[in-house]
């Protein structure tokens, strides 16, 4: 049998996981009606030494004009509507699981992020968006004058 060195926190580390699982899914389309849907989707953000990107899912666009993306006071907001065309009668429908109707996801960006020549496309049901990083966030190595 192993023994565990006792971590009085450790109850907390999986309370914190939940969290992050709860606050992470879809929980707001529990609260919408049938005829106004609202969807967050789901966002991955990493950086490379030049740039920020932020990888939004977004299956089923069919026009750039469906989707919109806003900064403004270093806040990103991805906006649009997904529309699906339904060819089956509702009495024929046995299940119904894929997204459509109005979605919006916002995220704060990085002090360092520059909102000027954001790049955006999208490829495969992704939307990925290029945001440049800021030169004069750069760090600076002070000279030390010893007496």
């Known amino acids: 049998m192993a023994l565990i060195?006792?971590?009085?926190?450790?109850?907390?580390e999986s309370i914190r996981?939940?969290?992050?699982?709860?606050?992470?899914s879809d929980?707001?389309?529990?609260?919408?009606h049938m005829d106004e849907q609202h969807w967050m989707p789901?966002?991955?953000?990493?950086?490379?030494?030049?740039?920020?990107?932020?990888s939004c899912d977004l299956p089923g666009l069919e026009r750039k004009e469906d989707v919109h993306i806003d900064v403004q006071n270093n806040m990103l907001t991805i906006s649009g509507?997904?529309?699906r065309h339904h060819d089956v009668r509702e009495e024929q429908m046995h299940r119904r699981e894929r997204f459509f109707g109005r979605f919006q996801r916002s995220i704060t960006l990085p002090a360092d992020a520059a909102t000027e020549n954001i790049r955006a496309t999208y490829k495969n049901g992704v939307l990925d968006i290029?945001?440049?990083?800021?030169?004069?966030?750069?760090?600076?190595?002070?000279?030390?004058?010893?007496?």
């Open 5 to 12: 060195p006792y971590d009085p926190f450790r109850h907390l």
């Open 17 to 24: 996981r939940d969290m992050n699982r709860f606050f992470a």
């Open 27 to 32: 929980f707001p389309s529990l609260f919408t």
């Open 42 to 54: 789901r966002i991955d953000m990493h950086e490379t030494e030049n740039e920020y990107v932020v």
């Open 81 to 83: 509507t997904i529309q």
């Open 130 to 147: 290029h945001i440049p990083k800021t030169t004069t966030g750069t760090k600076k190595r002070v000279d030390i004058e010893f007496h």
